[in-house]
């Protein structure tokens, strides 16, 4: 077995706001805040040069990107315009989607969903935080800086450590996640996307009671649906594509940030929201990312400019 400082991973990150008609204020935004997360100790203590950022690529740099990449964990996210080329077909007396996901790139050109496969990596997730059906409606990202949240280089080294153990143990797999369902907008406000500000949140505050306990982009997933499905208009994150059993973290509980006095109990509405185990997850906002009141700290984005 591989002592887990050799283990390698990689997160390729890829923006692109659209043209200038049609252009997404936050998305630059919404990368910084991945990014920041990733060197983070809940996020596993990434190194700089452990991510890729492609800023309005073209459709040949990013094939060029996922495909180099060696790696015993691949991450790739994306934020920007998306649309779906969808069609209902009956199967086994179930109405289904069928069709493709795209994502739209510079010059106008598109790229699949699952062109951010990788043949080359075995455990691999990709989130897309983009629409699923006309192009055009925006995505932006969380608010700038609210208050740096300190840390030590123990802590990012333990991080490392620990999050590298959960790559080397996890079977190979490979997911895709959207941030809507086909045929529906992904929802914004002024502040930024409503997926990945929820998701980041969750990945901030959420409580097992374990430290070092992972925490999955499936339990992440659910509690972003949990907070994002209010009814008619709500938004319901979804994973289109599964293969193998990969169960690398999104996050680790770790003791940052310090949440004295926060109430970390997970009910609103009758909706509790736990991990597989029964651990609590963190509290549902009762009004999401509303202009000036932001609850939570994300967070240190100042260097990572």
Known sequence: ??????????????????????????????????????????????????????????????????????ADYLFVYFAGHGAGQLDYVWENEQLCVVGQRWLELANEEFIRDLDLLSSRVSRQHVICDCCRCRIGARISGIPEIVEQVAYTAGEIFAAREHFGRLIQDSPGGKTITHSTLDGMPARD?????????????????????????PISLDMLVDYARAVMDTGENGQIP?????????????????????????????????????SPVGNTGPEVPKRLLAAGGIAFALWLFGGFD
């Open 1 to 70: 077995m591989l002592p887990s400082t050799s283990i390698r991973r990689r997160a390729i990150l890829i923006e692109h706001p659209g043209p200038k008609e049609r252009s997404l204020p936050g998305v630059g935004h919404d990368l910084r805040n991945i990014s920041g997360f990733l060197q983070t100790p809940r996020g596993g203590g990434w190194l700089p040069r452990e991510i890729i950022v492609l800023n309005s690529p073209m459709k040949a740099q990013v094939l060029a990107a996922i495909q180099e990449v060696e």
């Open 189 to 213: 406000t002024d502040d930024g996307g409503k997926f990945t500000v929820t998701i980041l949140e969750g990945a901030l505050y959420w409580q097992t009671g374990f430290r070092d306990s």
């Open 238 to 274: 979804e994973m289109v594509y599964l293969e193998g059993a990969v169960n690398v973290p999104f996050a680790l509980d770790t003791t940052w940030p310090t949440l004295t006095g926060r109430d970390t109990s997970a009910s609103k509405d009758g909706i509790r929201l736990r």
